[in-house]
Structure formats: structure tokens, C-alpha cells
């Protein structure tokens, strides 16, 4: 079974995390903007090979899965790490507020759907997890969720984190490698950039009134991320609590877990059957007699 690497982002495996405990910012010894660019064009490359190899091998999946607050930079990470891997081999969902015909189905049925097939990478922006996260500090939602009466509201979330490991430990039994992105920005980080949204006309369309509102709900949305990571993070899922206050520092540092992860499969490229290989020379004499 696959083993987490380790890291000084990882959420421990014994429940003891602490959202108190890991930093938003990077450590303390400056990393030059040019430095950070350089480590990232050099994992974007790398990455680049490595999914070739994992389309190839085609006996894994990777599953990619990002949560954060607002403004944390979910988009743009995605959009940076992943920018030079082949789309054909690449797939990114975005799980907003759930359907009439999703709320028909359990919590996990949305996501389900999207997985990856073996040989691609699947990337989940927001997922399940929102299911003990939002939901979890506005329970109000659960009402439309259609549950059965005697489900106890008090005991709903550890059910569900119940859920969640067993699914995620299904999927990594069956070849699908799972990585949870927590991006931890800080609250002032993010009203800088909500109040960066305002003031830049280019950005204005991504400013969301309703996001600010959500700031009233900053304490309780850390106890909620707090024991979703410590309930969930295992080494078949393991959690990262990545600094989030640096957009550069933030996506090096996802890049470099994904890379080091693909590195520790052990990937090849298929050999190719004897018989088959008899065929290069008459093939290529076919083709040299054009």
C-alpha cells in the first residue's frame, strides 16, 4: 500500500493535529521570487514525464483533492502546478452547491462520478469534504440533504468521516493514490485579498459578497477544517497543511509532493512482448522502402 512521504506539511496519522500548530506562511528564511519560479518550472517538467509514465503504466490513478477558505488560491494552484501536463491525461472538477439531483443521493455519489481512471490524474477542487465542512458550520443544510429522521444530527459528522475513510481506503486498495491540499491562508491574508478583488477592476469578478459574510464564521470553519484533517488524514490519504499566505512558496510546495508521490510508485514504461518486438524490422524496412 502506497506510503505517505514524509513532510513538514503533513497532517499526522494519530488524530493529534492542531490547526494551531502548522503556519500559514512560509518558514522564516527568505526564498527569492526568482528562486521560487525556478523550483516550479523544474517540477512542472518533471511532473510533465512523470504523468506520461503514470498514462503508460496505467495501474494507478492519482487523485488530487484541494480545500481551503476563500481567496486561499485553490484556482490558481491548480492552474500552475498542472500547466504543463498533457489535458488528455488531466481532469478538474469544481463541486459547488449541490443539485436537486445530487442531494437525491448520498454525500458521496457527486464525487464518485468523477474519479479518475487508472493512468490520469483527477483533480478535485472542494470536494466530499464539504460535506463535514461548510455543511458542518451551517447544519441548516443537512435539512436539504433529505436525510432519514432517525439519522442523530449529534453523531452525523463522525459517521461521515467514517465514510470518508472507508471510501478513501476502498479507492487506495484498488489503485487510486490520494492527496488532500489543505491551503492555509490567514484570515488577514484573505481580507487582503477580498479587498484586493475591489480595488482591482480585473479581479472584480471574482469578488463574492457572500464570501466576506462567511468571515463571521472564521473560529468556527478552523474546528471544523481542525477535526476533518485529524479524523481523516491517513497514510493511504494523507493531509497537507500547506502555508497559504505565499501564492509562490504554496505552489512549489504542492508541485513537490505531487512529484515526489508519483516518484515513489515506481512507474515504467509498458515492455513490449517478444513477439512484437520481431516486428520492428519488417516494420521498419516497410517503411524505410517508402
Known amino acids: 500500500m502506497f506510503e505517505a ?27 527569492s521570487k526568482k528562486e521560487l519560479k525556478r523550483q516550479l518550472k523544474k517540477r512542472i ?14 495501474r494507478f490513478s492519482l487523485l488530487l483533492v484541494f480545500q481551503a477558505m476563500d481567496a486561499a488560491g485553490k484556482d490558481g494552484t491548480i492552474r500552475a502546478v498542472l500547466s504543463g501536463v498533457n489535458p488528455a491525461g488531466c481532469e478538474v472538477y469544481s463541486f459547488k452547491q449541490p443539485s436537486a439531483e445530487e442531494l437525491d443521493h448520498d454525500f458521496l455519489w457527486r464525487t464518485t462520478r ?4 487508472r493512468g490520469r490524474i483527477g483533480v478535485f477542487n472542494r470536494s466530499y469534504y464539504e460535506e463535514v ?27 461521515r468521516f467514517a465514510s470518508i475513510r472507508n471510501h478513501e481506503e476502498h479507492l487506495a486498495q484498488n489503485g487510486t493514490v490520494i492527496l488532500k491540499f489543505w491551503l492555509n491562508v490567514s484570515r488577514e491574508e484573505q481580507r487582503r485579498r477580498f479587498l484586493a478583488r475591489i480595488d482591482q477592476p480585473e479581479k472584480n ?4 459578497a457572500s464570501d466576506v459574510k462567511e468571515r463571521a464564521y472564521w473560529d468556527s470553519y478552523m474546528s471544523a477544517y481542525e ?19 505565499n501564492k509562490r512558496y504554496m ?18 514504461y509498458p515492455a513490449v512482448e517478444i513477439g512484437k518486438k520481431a516486428q520492428f524490422a519488417q516494420m521498419r524496412a516497410l517503411l524505410e522502402s517508402e
Open 5 to 31: 512521504l514524509p513532510s513538514p506539511w503533513l497532517v499526522p496519522f494519530d488524530g493529534s493535529f492542531r490547526c494551531r500548530d502548522v503556519a500559514t506562511s512560509p518558514p522564516a528564511e527568505e526564498i
Open 45 to 58: 517538467r518533471e511532473l510533465d514525464e512523470l504523468q506520461h509514465m503514470l498514462y503508460a503504466h496505467d
Open 114 to 117: 468523477r474519479l479518475p481512471q
Open 133 to 159: 465542512l461548510v455543511v458542518r458550520v451551517h447544519p441548516e443544510y443537512l435539512r436539504r440533504q433529505k436525510l432519514p429522521d432517525e439519522i442523530d444530527p449529534e453523531h452525523i459528522w463522525q459517521q
Open 205 to 208: 469578478w471574482k469578488f463574492s
Open 227 to 245: 477535526q476533518a484533517l485529524a479524523e481523516t488524514s491517513r497514510p493511504w490519504a494523507p493531509w497537507y497543511a500547506i502555508p497559504a499566505d
Open 251 to 268: 505552489r512549489v510546495a504542492v508541485a513537490g509532493i505531487i512529484v515526489d508521490t508519483l516518484r515513489s510508485l515506481r512507474l515504467s
